[in-house]
């Protein structure tokens, strides 16, 4: 029954490709339909098909996987939902700037071609983003597979804009939008991004309408905007401007009069104390004339690209566009003596998210969802614990924003989406809102009727997706198993544009949460603490990572030694480490098979142990019970990075670098028949655990070595998921072997600062601290002795001291002492030029340490390793000054 042998080179890239296949094949990720007892359910946040996926994208799938696969090993019915977005205008974006490199104008071709172009783009990408998934190893449900474009999303897209028209929690109307005129078209105020830029404040004169000399300096970072004034106002308690109050004055380039007006908004601090008044093109303008009925109605200056145009603007300035009104206007304000002056001037500009073009504010007719009757129930659930957040800092920030919720404005003047189920009549006026296109108008009967040209924000079907995915708005059998979802997993930076936006819609259209826990990961940083963008090249293609290092490697770097919800680093450093751990579990098992005897059943349950068993292998299953308690706790309380540590360092350190070293002995068989047995049996069932508890982390590799152990059939992803109350708690045989272990440790010290030459067993001596440690290194000595590869180790009387030159370090279990031999005794000479080569290591560690750029970045336990080898260093350095006071090869005096 054993299984097939295991290459002596870990080579992931064949094992993964088979394993994936295999899997497929196998239709290993199927949700149980129906689903007996517990469910946990989970949608993958569908990628946008503007791109491929991103390193970003790897670490959630792998946090969604790691969660999956340990919810199907404990047994419980899990459903995975995956799927693709179709992110209307972002898509258009990218689609506009394809075809601009290849010299066409997208939006010059007729609407068929260019759907058809978008058609392509989609197919493309999706066939990529597929691929990726597949490479990454993670367990969806492939032929659940949705789009947000497909016939069932189109319906529930639909459904939804109609329950909230009916409702009255849909309206359209004339309000202010952020405006992008690049893509003409609205955008909400998440697709805004305000920055800091360098502009210019200028100073202009509007003179007074009944002649008299002066005029009234208002200052302005817009002067091209002069032609939409209806007034200039001041600050009602500004003593500078009060008797102008009522004036009129005269608006530079256009001769139009206006009055000077006073309103409590106006900052007395900004320029002179007197703000122009254009209502149509700045939101606060337009609250200021809210609030004055008696000023003109404002005129319209701007197109829909932004090019002054109307009745109110000259006609030499009609048809330009922003910038060349702005400096066409300063030249002809300075000719006529009206500019005053120009000043550097550092303000926000706020910009397109989608092409980078300045914000135009405008007032135009769109349609908007009514925010605060929807937000209501989820601030209260959110409140009541039925929705948690992970990490638990981020419920502040959530709270604050759902308070300030704004109505959202939800049509684009886009081609890409899901048009607005929205019919006029011109006949009698009707617009109504209906699931399919209508034939004749309910009010009168007309049968000419005009869809709405818009289409809806991708983000009005996006919010349906924890439901739409599982087949709303009909009443499927996924909705009745597995709604609501168990956890959603998403970066933080998606928290208003989707993850408080499905909240919403969970409890308005199911009438219940969308899932019970939200998980959000950090954003990754390069190595040298940037930000990944595309912009900077820094965010290496993960399909290209995968083939260089393996879908594990790449997995378990996303998730150790940075914790997966902090802003870490990623690159070629956790790549490596993640790949050296995978080598070493490798290694692991390679050097565990030839331990294992033809015939030995897969191990159903812990070997039994009694106070006769070797200290080390009670010891590995003590440590086994509390990692896997660890490892357990740790996923339960969404933090898959510290269940990776405690694997990592029970794999390394404990079962490869010690036991496996302690055990060797009783392995080959040098204590006796029985003492192998045990031992092998201790071996077989860690081994075999680990791989258990590592599999929905780096699936791919322990499914290979699963395998190659004794096991049943099917695969690792269907075995029962270990419990650690299988193994009883040892906590003697844990205290007891932590002298012997902080023994080994001492004298493998001393032999290196003593430059021992390896294979050499200088003498060594134990003093221990007292009569418990005598008795637990005595039984030990052997142990001791073969791993820190020395001769004895005597024990010593407390009074007593080691005979002639030797070394010594003192620690809890007492004094640890070392031969120095002659020969290994450094000369005056060896010892300066050592010290000369670990002054040079402490300067370069306390150089990195001094760098507050490091301290910022490097996660916590690299800090910490770096102190450490610093004062191990400053120590060695410090003895060697002794041993050269001393004259070189004299004896050190314990
Ligand atoms: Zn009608």
Redesign the pocket.
């Known amino acids: 029954m054993s299984g097939p042998a295991i290459a002596p080179r870990f080579d992931p890239a064949t094992l993964e490709a088979k394993w994936q296949a295999e899997w497929e094949r196998a239709r290993a990720f199927a949700a149980p339909d129906p689903p007996k007892g517990p469910t946990f359910s989970l949608v993958l946040p569908p990628p946008n098909v503007t791109g491929v996926l991103t390193i970003g994208h790897m670490l959630g799938d792998t946090v969604m996987d790691v969660l999956a696969r340990h919810h199907r090993m404990r047994g419980v019915a899990t459903l995975w939902v995956p799927g693709l977005d179709h992110a209307g205008l972002a898509t258009q974006v990218e689609v506009r700037r394809r075809l601009q490199r290849e010299g066409v104008r997208f939006d010059e071709l007729p609407r068929e071609e260019a759907l058809r172009e978008i058609g392509r783009w989609v197919e493309e990408h999706e066939r990529r983003i597929r691929e990726q998934i597949r490479l990454g190893g993670f367990s969806v449900d492939w032929p659940r597979w949705r789009y947000t474009m497909d016939p069932a999303s189109t319906r529930a897209t639909r459904a939804a804009f109609l329950a909230l028209h009916r409702a009255g929690l849909i309206y359209r109307g004339e309000r202010m939008v952020n405006w992008d005129p690049r893509l003409r078209t609205a955008l909400s105020d998440l697709e805004v991004v305000h920055t800091e830029e360098d502009g210019e404040l200028v100073y202009l004169r509007y003179r007074f309408a009944d002649g008299a000399p002066g005029g009234l300096e208002v200052a302005t970072v817009r002067p091209e905007t002069v032609f939409g004034d209806v007034a200039v106002a001041v600050h009602p308690d500004d003593a500078r401007h009060q008797a102008e109050v009522g004036r009129r004055v005269v608006v530079p380039l256009s001769g139009r009069e206006v009055p000077v007006i006073a309103d409590a908004a106006v900052d007395p601090a900004f320029g002179a104390g007197a703000l122009k008044i254009t209502p149509r093109h700045d939101i606060v303008d337009r609250e200021i004339a809210g609030r004055h009925p008696e000023l003109a109605t404002p005129l319209e200056i701007f197109d829909e690209s932004a090019r002054l145009t109307g009745d109110g603007v000259p006609a030499a300035f009609r048809g330009l566009d922003r910038e060349a009104a702005r400096k066409q206007a300063l030249e002809a304000l300075a000719a006529s003596g009206d500019l005053l002056r120009r000043v550097p001037y550092r303000h926000a500009v706020a910009r397109s998210e989608r092409s980078d073009a300045p914000v135009e504010p405008r007032v135009s007719t769109q349609w908007f969802v009514r925010m605060k009757p929807l937000a209501e129930p989820v601030v209260a659930g959110v409140q009541r614990g039925e929705i948690r957040i992970h990490p638990e800092r981020w419920e502040r920030t959530f709270f604050r924003w759902m308070e300030e919720i704004q109505d959202w404005c939800i049509s684009r003047q886009v081609l890409w989406g899901h048009p607005i189920p929205v019919y006029y009549?011109d006949?009698?006026?009707?617009a109504s809102a209906a699931a399919e296109p209508l034939a004749a108008?309910p009010?009168?009967?007309?049968t000419d009727l005009r869809a709405d040209p818009d289409v809806l924000d991708t983000w009005f079907t996006s919010w349906l997706w924890p439901f739409a995915a599982l087949g709303w708005p009909e009443a499927t059998a996924a909705l009745d198993q597995y709604y609501p979802t168990s956890v959603l997993v998403t970066g933080r930076d998606i928290m208003f544009f989707w993850v408080a936006r499905m909240m919403m819609a969970g409890y308005r259209f199911t009438g219940r949460r969308p899932f019970g826990d939200v998980y959000f990961t950090g954003m990754l940083r390069d190595e040298h603490g940037r930000r990944m963008s595309k912009h900077l090249g820094n965010s290496p293609d993960p399909a290209e990572v995968i083939r260089s290092r393996g879908a594990d490697a790449l997995r378990f770097s996303l998730v150790f030694p940075n914790p997966t919800d902090e802003d870490g680093p990623f690159g070629p450093t956790a790549l490596d480490g993640a790949r050296n751990f995978l080598t070493k579990v490798w290694n692991l098992v390679r050097f565990s098979l030839p331990h294992v005897p033809p015939g030995t059943p897969p191990p159903d349950r812990p070997p039994s142990l009694g106070p006769a068993s070797a200290l080390e292998n009670r010891w590995i299953l003590a440590r086994y019970r509390r990692t896997a308690a660890e490892v357990e706790r740790a996923l339960a309380a969404f933090e898959p990075s510290a269940a990776a540590t405690a694997l990592h360092s029970f794999v390394w350190h404990d079962v490869a670098d010690r036991y496996l070293e302690i055990s060797k002995e009783a392995l080959s068989g040098g204590r006796g028949e029985p003492s192998r047995r045990e031992s092998q049996a201790v071996l077989l069932f860690v081994v075999e655990r680990s791989l258990r508890l590592l599999h929905p982390f780096v699936p791919h590799v322990t499914e290979e070595l699963w395998h190659a152990l004794p096991h049943p059939d099917g695969f690792l992803d269907n075995a029962a998921w270990p419990s650690p109350g299988e193994v009883e708690p040892d906590p003697i045989a844990e205290l007891e072997m932590e002298p012997v272990l902080e023994a080994i440790h001492l004298l493998r010290n001393l032999r290196s600062e003593e430059r021992v030459a390896p294979g050499a067993t200088p003498r060594a001596w134990i003093r221990p601290a007292g009569p418990e440690v005598v008795r637990i290194l005595s039984g030990q000595l052997g142990t001791i002795a073969r791993l820190a590869q020395v001769h004895g180790p005597e024990l010593l009387d407390a009074a007593a001291a080691p005979p002639g030159r030797v070394a010594g370090r003192v620690a809890p279990l007492g004094e640890c002492f070392l031969e120095r031999a002659a020969a290994t005794a450094g000369s005056t000479e060896t010892l300066e030029r050592e010290r000369e080569k670990l002054s040079v290591l402490l300067e370069k560690t306390r150089g990195r340490l001094a760098d507050p750029g490091f301290r910022a970045r490097a996660p916590p336990e690299v800090v910490r390793e770096a102190e450490g080898k610093a004062a191990e260093l400053a120590e060695r350095i410090g003895r060697i000054d002794e041993q050269l006071k001393e004259g070189g090869s004299s004896a050190v005096s314990a």
Do not use: I, K, V
């Open positions: 009549c006949a009698c006026g009707e108008c009010r009168c009967r007309a």
